[in-house]
């Protein structure tokens, strides 16, 4: 390995034990707002400055691929992420909301469209509806109270929600 290619493989475990402490810290982060906080650090400002445009790139590609495996093998043994409770916790919010009185929701919610002015970002917490990208046109159906995820379609953050029908 060449002298070059060791420097930046040293920076790039840098950013790898980076990433690690960041999540330890707050281990309710995205993969996006780990590769923010990361990418700003000044171990990926060195990188930046030693790397050349095409080796950044790649850098950049192997940052984001890494931080999601992480994350994944995080949350591999947290129950809460097993697909079998997910579905025993959407059926059970689902016939929550069900047997709930609808106006008293839907009034909720609209008080909240009203404090958000029609747009809603990911990371907020939202009660029921069905979110549109403002990005791709992409349609989520919210069945029970929970954090806006960023679009499926386009990673894009930034949601509409249409109205609620009694």
Same mark, same amino acid.
């Given at each position: 390995?060449?002298?070059? +290619?060791?420097?930046?493989?040293?920076? *790039?475990?840098?950013?790898? +034990?980076?990433?690690?402490?960041?999540?330890?810290?707050?281990? #309710?982060? &995205?993969?996006? @707002?780990? *590769?923010?906080? =990361?990418?700003?650090?000044?171990?990926?400002?060195?990188?930046?400055?030693?790397?050349?445009? @095409? @080796?950044?790139?790649?850098?950049?590609?192997?940052?984001?691929?890494?931080?999601?495996? *992480?994350?994944?093998?995080?949350?591999? #043994?947290?129950?809460?992420?097993?697909?079998? =409770?997910?579905?025993?916790?959407?059926?059970?919010?689902?016939?929550? +909301? /069900?047997? &709930?009185?609808?106006?008293?929701? /839907?009034?909720?919610? =609209? &008080?909240?469209?009203?404090?958000?002015? %029609?747009? *809603?970002? +990911?990371?907020?917490?939202?009660?029921?509806?069905?979110?549109? $990208?403002?990005? $791709? %046109?992409?349609?989520?159906?919210?069945?029970? !109270?929970?954090?806006? !995820?960023?679009?499926?379609? $386009?990673? $894009?953050?930034?949601? &509409?929600? @249409?109205?609620?029908? !009694?």
């Amino acid at each position: 390995m060449s002298q070059r +290619s060791a420097e930046l493989l040293s920076l *790039y475990q840098a950013l790898i +034990s980076q990433v690690k402490l960041d999540f330890a810290d707050d281990n #309710s982060m &995205t993969v996006k @707002e780990l *590769y923010k906080v =990361v990418t700003n650090s000044k171990d990926f400002l060195a990188l930046k400055q030693q790397a050349k445009t @095409e @080796e950044l790139a790649l850098v950049e590609q192997f940052l984001k691929r890494d931080i999601a495996d *992480y994350l994944q093998e995080k949350n591999a #043994s947290d129950l809460s992420h097993s697909p079998t =409770v997910i579905a025993v916790e959407n059926t059970l919010w689902h016939w929550l +909301s /069900e047997i &709930t009185d609808r106006s008293q929701v /839907e009034w909720h919610e =609209v &008080t909240q469209d009203f404090k958000h002015n %029609g747009l *809603y970002q +990911s990371g907020e917490i939202i009660g029921q509806g069905t979110l549109v $990208c403002t990005a $791709c %046109g992409h349609e989520m159906r919210i069945e029970f !109270p929970g954090v806006i !995820p960023d679009c499926p379609e $386009c990673d $894009c953050g930034q949601f &509409t929600r @249409e109205a609620l029908t !009694p």
